[in-house]
Structure formats: structure tokens, C-alpha cells
């Protein structure tokens, strides 16, 4: 994995409670983002980050929130964690979104339960 | 019409054998692709990225793109049982502000 970490790799919650998920690089790159992947939806994008404190939505973001500190750490919360909020959380990081050097690398993802 | 589609698989193949994976999306200002593998309870691994008409060759992977009919395809040379994987395709969707869009995958086995 090219320096991407997430925490916690697992997590069981109860329905109602908040939940914080994270993703750490050492690539210093400027965009990271956020999937779900689920059986027959494939990979959504929920949250996207262009640089510092600079966030935007993707196609699934209902229920979820993010934050960017600083240029290695994106933050996922969701608020209220509902059962249809169990998944697999990915974490990817690119240099750029358009042009050349925009692909994606991942990290080894977190597997949420949510009871 | 579904922004980027693959073969439904499963593909299952001989081992030595060639596996053809296939791929077709809907924005036709798309210019970059990206060939993902994952196996089973990993997460997706970049093979391939392809951004010109044409081949790219690296080992045993071939990409091959025609901008043209909105089309990538991935071919797997000499299949190992390594090989054996699920293979996401993923664009670039210009019309989606460069948001990379991916297919649901296409489930590779590879018999020894």
C-alpha cells in the first residue's frame, strides 16, 4: 500500500452511535477520498478532499461527514451510524484529479458493522 | 445507461491460458482508465493505467483503449493462479468533474 493507513481496520457499533474513521498517508499527496464498497453497488465515492480544510461530496454522502486538518489525515464520521451504514470504508489518495498523475491508491480499508 | 460497465464474468480460464476482461463507459471526454485488482477481502491494487489510443504492455498485462467506441479492454498473458482476482475498470468521468467512476468487476478464476 503506497503509505496509507486506516483506523480502525474493524469496528462494531450499535445503531445511533457516532463513529470516526481515519486515514493517514505519507505520499504527502493532495486529494484524498473516501468509498463504500458493497455487494452489488461496487465502489461509491461519499467525500473527497482537494487540499486543507477543502472537502466536497460524492454520491453517497447522506449520513456522513468528513475533515481535513492537515495534508495527511481525512477524517470519515458518520453522525448517527444506521445499519445501512455497514460496509467496507476505503481510503485512496492522488496527486491530481484530471491530467496524468491522477491515479488512485488505496488503503487497506476498514470493515464496519453496524449493529 | 451505467457510467462505466464490464463483462458480467465469472471468467473462469485454464491455467497458461489468456483471460480478456472487458470494459466500456458513457463519457466520451473521458482520457484516463485504470485497471484495479482485488482479491478477496483486500483492497483494490492499480495494474494498469492507460491513457492514450493503443496498446500498454507491462509483464503479462496488456491494456488496450479506443477512445473511439468508448472501450478498454485488460488481457492477463499465461494466466497463473495468482491471477485469480476480481478486476475493477475505473474512468475518469470528465463529466463528472474528474470523479473516478468504476465497474462492478469482473471475477477472474484461474483453473491449475
Known amino acids: 500500500d503506497a503509505g496509507i493507513t486506516q483506523s480502525p481496520r474493524h469496528k462494531v457499533t450499535e445503531t445511533g452511535t457516532p463513529v470516526t474513521l481515519r486515514c493517514h498517508q505519507t505520499e504527502n499527496h493532495r486529494y484524498m477520498y473516501w468509498y463504500r464498497q458493497d455487494p452489488g453497488h461496487g465502489l461509491r465515492l461519499i467525500h473527497y478532499?482537494?487540499?486543507?480544510?477543502?472537502?466536497d461530496k460524492g454520491e453517497v454522502s447522506d449520513g456522513y461527514s468528513v475533515s481535513r486538518s492537515k495534508t495527511e489525515d481525512f477524517l470519515l464520521t458518520l453522525e448517527s451510524a444506521t445499519s445501512s451504514q455497514t460496509s467496507v470504508y476505503f481510503c485512496?489518495?492522488?496527486?491530481?484529479?484530471?491530467?496524468?498523475?491522477?491515479?488512485?491508491?488505496f488503503g487497506p480499508g476498514t470493515r464496519l458493522t453496524v449493529l | 445507461q451505467k457510467e462505466v460497465e464490464q463483462n458480467s464474468g465469472p471468467l473462469s480460464v485454464p491455467e497458461g491460458a489468456i483471460a480478456s476482461l472487458n470494459c466500456t463507459y458513457s463519457?466520451?471526454?473521458?482520457?484516463?482508465f485504470f485497471w484495479y485488482r482485488q482479491y478477496s477481502g483486500k483492497s483494490p491494487e492499480l495494474i494498469m493505467s492507460?491513457?492514450?489510443?493503443g496498446d500498454k504492455e507491462d509483464g503479462r498485462f496488456t491494456a488496450q483503449l479506443n477512445k473511439a467506441s468508448q472501450y478498454v479492454s485488460l488481457l492477463i498473458r499465461d494466466s497463473q493462479p495468482s491471477d485469480s482476482a476480481t478486476y475493477l475498470c475505473a474512468v475518469n468521468m470528465v463529466s463528472n468533474d474528474y470523479k473516478l467512476s468504476f465497474g462492478a468487476g469482473t471475477t477472474v478464476t484461474v483453473r491449475a
Open positions: 492507460i491513457y492514450s489510443n
Open positions: 485512496a489518495i492522488s496527486e491530481s484529479m484530471g491530467g496524468t498523475h491522477n491515479e488512485q491508491f
Open positions: 478532499s482537494y487540499g486543507v480544510k477543502d472537502t
Open positions: 463519457d466520451r471526454g473521458s482520457q484516463s
